[in-house]
């Protein structure tokens, strides 16, 4: 059965604003609207499709900000393209996107060739907001739903990836920020996302020489690395724990997200070498690529 909209809510939303209630931000922003879409619930999570005169289009999930029509290349861009460019050397890979309801992640991996790129495995549990995302976001449009490259599952990541015996040369994971609090309180347990279990069944299907890359959610300068970037220390010290060579991390500023935004990815390959992109990119360029590999001293010490 579809996700039915919530009327009152649209009503509420429409030439209203959207107070962000974030776990993981420290302040809270505030957006005006002029239209809503569509409100309501998945069976997993609450949805709102609304346009910002700030930044056009734009998605919420749970009380929190996910992407917006005027910067999610930026976003998008940046979470795809460093860990395929390192590993462009590799022919035909198999790629695994976890989330990404938007369409938009892979999107960006189908701007791969076919020689690149063989197939793509995309899972997001919530196949409702997959089909939300498709009428009202448009942001990836029919050609990267009929890519006979692609295969969507509706299905939980961690009980598809108990399910199968296929191993990936590229996972993506794009899910919402890791909350460091909920992590540090919770047991171990099968479906806690960047926990114990989660990490051991994503490198049981990496291959020997595949490369791993996530968003860590918001960042802000300071030596306290902890405090300043808890989710992407805590993406190296447990998800990443047992990597030895190749985890780098990176950031960029993304306007509507209201401050810069941390990845990490693990990777054989050295992602600064001199490769052209794929064709049609709005933001990625080699330029682009090293600055976002750059930490300036203001940052403190990162590693």
């Given at each position: 059965m579809p996700a039915i909209p919530n009327k009152?809510?649209?009503?509420?939303?429409?030439?209203?604003?959207?107070?962000?209630?974030?776990?993981?931000?420290?302040?809270?922003?505030?957006?005006?609207?002029?239209?809503?879409?569509?409100?309501?619930?998945?069976?997993?999570?609450?949805?709102?499709?609304?346009?910002?005169?700030?930044?056009?289009?734009?998605?919420?999930?749970?009380?929190?900000?996910?992407?917006?029509?005027?910067?999610?290349?930026?976003?998008?861009?940046?979470?795809?393209?460093?860990?395929?460019?390192?590993?462009?050397?590799?022919?035909?890979?198999?790629?695994?996107?976890?989330?990404?309801?938007?369409?938009?992640?892979?999107?960006?991996?189908?701007?791969?060739?076919?020689?690149?790129?063989?197939?793509?495995?995309?899972v997001d549990i919530d196949g409702d907001l997959v089909s939300l995302c498709r009428e009202h976001l448009r942001w990836a449009d029919d050609s990267v739903y009929n890519d006979p490259r692609v295969k969507y599952h509706a299905a939980d990541i961690n009980m598809f990836l108990d399910g199968t015996k296929e191993v990936y040369d590229v996972i993506i994971l794009d899910l919402p920020d890791p909350?460091?609090?909920?992590?540090?309180?919770?047991?171990?347990?099968?479906?806690?996302?960047?926990?114990?279990?989660?990490?051991?069944?994503?490198?049981?299907?990496?291959?020997?020489t595949g490369g791993v890359v996530t968003h860590c959610g918001p960042i802000r300068p300071g030596g306290d690395e902890n405090k300043s970037r808890p989710g992407m220390a805590w993406v190296r010290d447990n998800l990443f724990k047992d990597v030895e060579l190749g985890m780098l991390p990176y950031h960029v500023f993304i306007p509507s997200f209201q401050g810069e935004w941390g990845f990490m990815m693990v990777s054989p390959s050295d992602p600064k070498k001199e490769v052209a992109f794929p064709a049609g990119m709005r933001v990625m360029d080699t330029e682009t690529l090293a600055v976002a590999f750059t930490w300036p001293k203001y940052w403190g010490v990162w590693d």
């Open positions: 009152e809510l649209m009503a509420e939303l429409e030439n209203g604003v959207f107070a962000e209630t974030a776990c993981s931000a420290e302040v809270h922003t505030i957006y005006p609207l002029n239209h809503c879409h569509w409100a309501g619930r998945t069976k997993f999570q609450d949805v709102i499709i609304a346009d910002c005169p700030a930044y056009g289009k734009t998605l919420f999930l749970d009380g929190e900000i996910q992407s917006a029509e005027s910067d999610e290349a930026i976003y998008h861009e940046h979470l795809v393209h460093p860990l395929l460019y390192s590993l462009c050397n590799v022919p035909y890979k198999k790629v695994l996107v976890v989330g990404g309801g938007e369409g938009a992640t892979v999107r960006e991996v189908l701007k791969w060739s076919a020689v690149s790129v063989a197939s793509v495995d995309w909350d460091v609090d909920e992590l540090v309180k919770s047991e171990i347990k099968d479906d806690v996302l960047y926990g114990e279990l989660f990490r051991h069944r994503i490198f049981s299907h990496l291959t020997m």
